[in-house]
């Protein structure tokens, strides 16, 4: 499990860094079920921490990586950025949910095979409750119409989300 994270994380901040002037990912840690890395770009350092989920449902034949992650840039005065990658396109104009314990969180917006949180308020919201939860299940819909549900693990995203916030503190 851990070096499916740690081979799809390198991949995903390699496509997220500015070719020209980026560094290679640095590892920060390994926190049970959370990975947290930091880079340097133009802009300066970014950290980010992820996890793939314990289980995927649906029915669907292929899927491909499906992550979700926490991104810092103080450089950019941003915070807890809170992404999932589904593995396949969302259908177009979906929303997400997110239930950590007895909290849902709707309507996260969907583009491509990426959800966002639709303003800092609901990614701050997120994280808090990321912090506090066990697990975190997410349900998507594709662009064929596959309902999927990925339940991820939160065991160690505290630890790793502490990782990351010291690495890129708030400015």
Known sequence: ????VLSILSFFSLLAAVPAEAASPKLLGEYNDWVAYYYNDAGGTVCYMASTPKK???RYTTRGDIYA?????????SYDVVNFVAGYTFKPNSEVSVK???K???KLFTSG??????????????VEAMKRGSRMIVD??????TKTKDTYSLSGFAS??????NKCPRK
């Open 113 to 126: 095979d990426k959800a966002w949180a639709t303003s800092d308020k609901t990614d701050k919201e997120l």
């Open 160 to 165: 790793a989300y502490k990782a990351i916030s």
């Open 100 to 102: 950590i314990g007895s």
């Open 69 to 77: 992650v926490v991104t810092h840039r103080p450089a950019e005065k």
């Open 104 to 106: 849902t969180i709707d």
């Open 1 to 4: 499990m851990m070096k499916k």
């Open 140 to 145: 998507g819909t594709s662009s064929r119409g």
């Open 56 to 58: 995927d449902e649906g």
